[in-house]
């Protein structure tokens, strides 16, 4: 069936330092990939999508592009905060009436 | 605008308790879900629903019972609690079961403890 996964956290890094989180799936057809944040205490927000081959989602300096021929939907931000401290989650959409497939979350940790 | 609300926020229960999560939508969403979160192990579907008297299993359904009576209303059944169910639930609901294109609503979360 339908599979994410994710590098394992957690991941410290230092303010303005760049962020890469790897997420690579496995999907029969054309699925559409998530990336979702949990910040401390709180549910999951919507970080940015991608709905086909090379689209490019961006939402608050992060980014990622859907690349079908490695199947990875990697995150990615220039300089990270000390606000981006959360969990991200990487996550696909396929051909299953709308379920969320969920990888297993990579927590961010960025020190001043 | 309330968007998905999800209560209790934090529950502790014995072994062999039954209770009920809930989740309410203000959004006129078709589509609701249930997940469970687990360190290590991201968050796994445990019931959905497709539009009111519409449900359906997910990848971790035993143990628990849904029902859908209205579009708004979405409970959580524990049967039975067992020390396996403490987890954190999550509530999530989307416009319809086009998730591209509308993407999903979380609530805050239950932290559930079972004793």
């Known amino acids: 069936g339908d599979s994410v996964t994710q590098m394992e956290g957690p991941v410290t890094l230092s303010e303005e330092a760049f962020l890469t989180i790897n997420c690579t799936y496995t999907?029969?057809?054309?699925?559409?990939l998530f990336w979702y944040v949990q910040y401390p205490g709180e549910g999951l927000q919507l970080l940015l999508k991608a709905t086909k081959a090379d689209d490019k989602g961006s939402n608050k300096g992060f980014e990622a592009t859907y690349r079908k021929e490695t199947t990875s939907f990697h995150l990615e931000k220039g300089s990270v905060q000390v606000s981006d401290s959360a969990v991200y989650f990487c996550a696909l959409s396929g051909n299953q009436g709308g379920k969320l497939i969920f990888g297993q979350g990579t927590e961010l940790s960025v020190k001043p | 605008n309330a968007g998905v609300t999800q209560t209790p926020k934090f529950q502790v229960l014995k072994t062999g308790q039954s209770m009920t999560l809930q989740c309410a939508q203000d959004?006129?969403?078709?589509?609701m879900s249930w997940y469970r979160q687990d360190p290590g192990m991201g968050l796994r579907l445990i019931h959905y629903s497709v539009g009111a008297g519409i449900t359906d299993q997910g990848e971790v359904p035993n143990g628990y019972n849904v029902s859908r009576s209205t579009t708004e209303d979405f409970p959580l059944r524990l049967l039975s609690a067992a020390p396996s169910q403490t987890s954190v639930y999550f509530c999530a609901s989307s416009l319809s079961t086009s998730t591209a294109n509308y993407g999903y609503t979380f609530g805050s979360g239950t932290r559930l403890t079972v004793v």
């Open positions: 959004m006129n969403h078709e589509y």
């Open positions: 999907a029969t057809g054309y699925p559409s």
